[in-house]
């Protein structure tokens, strides 16, 4: 009966709350990496997927994979994951390296 009380009054707090917006517009981040490059990256939201740009390189667009916390997107062995401002980095054929969000 005690559970049942505390679900109803979850369910009743969850009700009063309003749902946030969903986000529809792309959000554009530059992150510094330790090898040099500066990555110039626009997270877009439907679908949710990510277009990195690199100097010197063909742009790559990723679709958005599961990852435990933060955020993953990945495709034909390029990937840039993270949390926060860090990420990390990794194109084909090239050693992974870490990059810090400066804007």
């Known amino acids: 009966m005690r559970a049942a009380i505390v679900l109803a009054a ?3 707090a969850a009700c ?3 749902c946030p917006t969903p986000r529809t ?3 554009n981040a530059t992150f510094q990496c330790e090898d040099g490059s500066e990555l110039r990256v626009t997270f877009q939201p439907q679908p949710d997927s990510v277009l990195v740009l690199q100097e010197g390189y063909t742009a790559v667009q990723l679709p958005a994979r599961g990852a435990g916390s933060g955020y993953r997107y990945a ?3 390029a990937q840039l994951r993270g ?3 860090e990420a990390r ?3 084909p054929g090239a050693a ?3 990059c ?3 804007d």
């Open 25 to 27: 517009e792309p959000i």
């Open 16 to 18: 009063q709350t309003p």
């Open 83 to 85: 949390s926060g401002r």
């Open 100 to 102: 810090e969000q400066t």
């Open 96 to 98: 992974e390296t870490v």
């Open 89 to 91: 980095w990794t194109r």
């Open 75 to 77: 495709d034909n062995g």
């Open 10 to 12: 979850l369910a009743l």
